[in-house]
């Protein structure tokens, strides 16, 4: 079955530790994207890739690093400079060619800091 | 101004009831629009894409005003499982997908 997934499903972190989120999909999509999600609030891009090798910034990247080696793999670090990490933290896959392409999303991590 | 508000909500309505929800976005430039669904502790995902002549699925109906930088979508005879949160989707030019904040539907027997 073709999807993204997102591991784990829960971390917890104590402060000044750097933890990585993963995500993988075997959608063949070009483009992926990290975005947070607070309590009773909307989602919030971290970054975004939409090829290999290259990404960019997004709303709230600061305290956040990505990497995009393969096609398929689009991991998260939250660094101990991110000030408020606790959140649930969402990727997410899309084509990315022409315009009419939704984006599919991973179940989620929620991170939180002890 | 944000680039993609919703109507703050909560909605809370009986079943059978119709509500419409409604989105304007700020850039003039954007191709693509959506409406996802998320429920309570999940990802979202896709209910709709919204086109410029309009679309309907089902008891879903979306509408696109390109001139307004408006969409809008409306729910026909609620059932208790549409209760969820709908988040309005705008593609930006430079790649990303803007998000609004979303509207929290409560369907009540």
């Known amino acids: 079955d073709g999807g993204i997934t997102q591991s784990p499903k829960y971390l917890f972190r104590k402060e000044g530790q750097n933890v990585t989120l993963s995500c993988e999909q075997n959608l063949n999509h070009d483009a992926m994207y990290w975005y947070r999600q607070d309590p009773g609030q909307g989602l919030r891009l971290i970054y975004y890739?939409?090829?290999?090798?290259?990404?960019q910034k997004g709303d709230i990247a600061e305290g956040y690093s990505v990497s995009r080696e393969k096609k398929e793999s689009f991991p998260l670090t939250v660094t101990s400079a991110q000030k408020n990490p606790t959140a649930f933290y969402l990727c997410?896959?899309?084509?990315?060619?022409?315009?009419?392409?939704?984006?599919?999303f991973g179940p989620g991590t929620r991170l939180t800091v002890l | 101004r944000k680039e993609v508000e919703q109507d703050p909500g909560p909605f809370n309505v009986p079943e059978g009831a119709t509500v419409a929800f409604n989105c304007t976005y700020s850039n003039s430039a954007s191709q693509s629009f959506f409406w996802y669904r998320q429920d309570c502790r999940k990802e979202p995902k896709l209910l709709m894409s919204?086109?410029?002549s309009g679309n309907e699925d089902g008891r879903f109906t979306a509408q696109l005003n390109r001139a307004s930088q408006y969409i809008s979508l409306l729910i026909r005879d609620s059932k208790l499982s549409d209760s969820a949160t709908y988040l309005c989707v705008v593609n930006s030019p430079y790649g990303d997908m803007r998000f609004g904040a979303g509207t929290r539907l409560t369907v009540k027997p």
């Open positions: 997410a896959s899309r084509i990315d060619r022409g315009y009419d392409n939704e984006q599919f």
């Open positions: 919204v086109y410029s």
């Open positions: 890739s939409q090829i290999v090798n290259d990404f």
